[in-house]
């Protein structure tokens, strides 16, 4: 997508016109934002509150480094391959599956990370064209985002620097928008979602996904146990002090007001994976895990009226009204 920012882009800060040279400037309240290596930092530090701590945060994803799909994300957080096929294909791929784009529609992802899941989409609806953007705080995941779009020929689309908060965009200009896994690290969550609403088109989509937060809460109960004796033997790799991400999932009830307050009617609202989360899985013999896998892909797929309460991840559909 070979993107005119002046078409697409507003200052985050007032909403004033940007104009377009080494950086880009504000005509109304004359903030300027650096464009550095091709990379356009709209970024307001809406996001620096309490412990959160960006550069901790962005240091977490130079270590990730550079990958490609679900399985690269799974082998950075060391759980196995088939768990990442059953959990995508009930949360990102159940959102890929709704999506169902047209041709020339735009696309934002926000909190995009390295970028995959955009490409994912790009590839399960090849037949049509997709205008898409990407939007995260961290530099790292913009960078290899756009060193993907770079190394595949890409021209449609684009990571961009920013806040979910103070989203750099006219009213609506997207058909769509993705966010997978994001809005629980999102302090203002209300707000967020207000400013999805704003950027949406009429008659626009939002696809969310994120934890419940009863069962993460269960979760952490049922494995605090292990969780202290794995301690005792493998130390935590960071400064307990520094907080690399802020994370803190909503209720079904939260999520559902959020977005009717901010506009939206809710088309579909999913609990989905009934598993703990995959980083307590390492406490478990692969056999066991295999058999976690099996047993609750059979409970979804033949109780799911009566399992859904025990989802780990809630999958939305929300449409602009």
């Known amino acids: 997508m070979a993107m005119n920012p002046e078409e697409i882009l507003v200052c985050p800060n007032c909403r004033g016109k940007l104009k377009s040279g080494p950086t880009l400037v504000c005509l109304l309240c004359h903030r300027s934002y650096p464009i550095s290596h091709g990379i356009i930092d709209l970024r307001t530090g809406v996001t620096q509150k309490g412990e959160w701590d960006l550069s901790v945060f962005e240091k977490g994803y130079e270590k990730m480094g550079y990958y490609k799909d679900e399985y690269g994300w799974a082998e950075s957080g060391g759980y196995p391959r088939y768990v990442a096929d059953y959990r995508y294909s009930r949360v990102k791929g159940k959102i890929i599956d709704w999506l169902k784009p047209q041709n020339d529609d735009m696309i934002l992802d926000v909190g995009c990370g390295v970028g995959y899941f955009l490409f994912d989409i790009m590839n399960k609806y090849s037949n049509i064209n997709i205008n898409m953007i990407g939007i995260d705080p961290a530099l790292p995941n ?13 021209t449609n689309i684009i990571g961009i620097l920013g806040d979910a908060e103070s989203l750099p965009f006219k009213d609506g200009i997207f058909n769509a928008i993705v966010t997978s896994e994001v809005i629980e690290h999102i302090f203002d969550k209300p707000k967020a979602i207000r400013e999805m609403y704003r950027v949406l088109k009429q008659g626009g989509r939002l696809f969310m996904s994120t934890p419940s937060r009863f069962m993460v809460r269960f979760w952490e109960g049922f494995f605090w146990l292990p969780q202290k004796i794995k301690r005792l033997f ?56 295999r058999l976690i896998i099996k047993t609750a892909s059979f409970m979804e797929a033949h109780f799911a009226p009566l399992v859904s309460w025990a989802g780990l991840h809630y999958v939305i559909h929300a449409k602009k009204q």
Do not use: C
């Open 142 to 154: 913009i960078y290899w985002l756009n060193y993907r779009v770079k190394e595949e020929n890409k």
């Open 234 to 289: 493998i130390p935590p790799k960071s400064n307990p002090n520094e907080k690399a991400v802020f994370d803190k999932p909503a209720t079904k009830k939260q999520l559902k007001r959020y977005l009717k307050e901010a506009g939206f009617s809710i088309e579909n609202f999913r609990q989905n994976v009934i598993m703990p989360h995959e980083s307590y899985l390492q406490f478990f013999p692969d056999i066991l895990v």
